[in-house]
T-cell receptor, first 115, second 110 residues
Framework: KAGVTQTPRYLIKTRGQQVTLSCSPI?????VSWYQQTPGQGLQFLFE???????NKGNFPGRFSGRQFSNSRSEMNVSTLELGDSALYLC??????????????FGEGSRLTVL | GQQVMQIPQYQHVQEGEDFTTYCNSS?????IQWYKQRPGGHPVFLIQ?????EVKKQKRLTFQFGEAKKNSSLHITATQTTDVGTYFC??????????FGTGTRLTVIP
């Protein structure tokens, strides 16, 4: 069974630009969560999608948005990029989402550098 | 707000020594999960604890969930160089929000 696939793996943007990251979950998994990982802040929860609906949202500004498609693939978008958005963005899929059986399977991440 | 604190932030041990990382939550958790992230890698699920006072073992790793379901620990006996990485706990609240601890980075000196 293929794992969680994230694209692109690396990207460089400049301040003010926008970026779209993609995540393909494990086949059969309906939940996709997104996390921002930085050295100083650890893993910060962005949002979770389940069956195309945003089910949970973390404490990030509205510049961060996401969506999920009918095939469970998910995208996240960051608009008006700031230097502080430089981070590793991790996507995680699970069968039913965050809950008693919510083991998360992480992708390799998309490393974003904002110049 | 909800926080999951994890200590220590860094730990250097000689190979063969034991290692423990601790997680504390400000509120009662539904369950707690543990993940390991190797340098340059992504977090990998280790285990989930659900019951109050639960203890689970995986070879040299022992996981505990506190009686009040607010704290947890991961203990590694006789560390090996393959144990290097960052260990994260992740606590699930009753509202189904998952909060990750800040992680403990383990270095094992051969």
């Amino acid at each position: 069974k293929a794992g969680v696939t994230q694209t692109p793996r690396y990207l460089i943007k400049t301040r003010g630009q926008q970026v779209t990251l993609s995540c393909s979950p494990i086949s059969g998994h309906r939940s996709v969560s997104w996390y921002q990982q930085t050295p100083g802040q650890g893993l910060q929860f962005l949002f979770e999608y389940f069956s195309e609906t945003q089910r949970n949202k973390g404490n990030f500004p509205g510049r961060f948005s996401g969506r999920q498609f009918s095939n469970s693939r998910s995208e996240m978008n960051v608009s008006t990029l700031e230097l502080g958005d430089s981070a590793l963005y991790l996507c995680a899929s699970s069968l039913m989402g965050q809950g008693p059986t919510g083991e998360l399977f992480f992708g390799e991440g998309s490393r974003l550098t904002v110049l | 707000g909800q926080q999951v604190m994890q200590i220590p932030q860094y730990q250097h041990v000689q190979e063969g020594e034991d290692f423990t990382t601790y997680c504390n939550s400000s509120t009662t958790l539904s369950n707690i999960q543990w993940y390991k992230q190797r340098p340059g890698g992504h977090p990998v699920f280790l285990i989930q604890l659900v019951k109050s006072g639960e203890v689970k073992k995986q070879k040299r790793l022992t996981f505990q969930f506190g009686e009040a379901k607010k704290n947890s620990s991961l203990h590694i006996t006789a560390t090996q160089t393959t144990d290097v990485g960052t260990y994260f706990c992740a606590g699930l609240t009753g509202a189904n929000n998952l909060f990750f601890g800040t992680g403990t980075r383990l270095t094992v000196i051969p």
